[in-house]
């Protein structure tokens, strides 16, 4: 099995910074990805930043321009750099990876438990 885990959230107030970090572990054969999601109360899950493999990147439109996401591969962890932030970025932050447990097997997806992240307006 593969183990999530986020930290770093915490209250900031509108226009400060803050870095999240995603550790995945566990026995898995491959990481196809990990990602950034969110949730705020009453609203679907979305995604805002992922990572692929071989380093390719995409974002939600609402954070282009002020969040960033990197990697460490030989530590499985990924960061979510978040600058400027709005009050309007409060949500839970979720870690996802996609990985393969075993050789040549399917790709599932593994979720972490989430971080608060409030930012005060």
């Known amino acids: 099995q593969v183990q999530v885990a986020e930290s770093g959230g915490g209250l900031v107030q509108a226009g400060g910074s803050l870095r999240l970090a995603c550790t995945a572990s566990?026995?898995?054969?491959?990481?196809?990805?990990m990602a950034w999601y969110r949730q705020a109360p009453g609203n679907q899950r979305e995604l805002v930043a992922k990572?692929?493999?071989?380093?390719?990147?995409n974002y939600a439109d609402s954070v282009k321009g002020r969040f960033t996401i990197s990697r460490d591969s030989g530590k499985n962890t990924v960061y979510l750099h978040m600058n400027t932030l709005k009050h309007e970025d409060t949500a839970v932050y979720l870690c996802n990876a996609v990985a393969s447990t075993v050789a040549r097997g399917l790709f599932s997806d593994f979720w972490g438990q989430g971080t608060q992240v409030t930012v005060s307006s």
């Open positions: 566990g026995r898995f054969f491959s990481m196809s990805s």
């Open positions: 990572i692929t493999s071989i380093g390719n990147t």
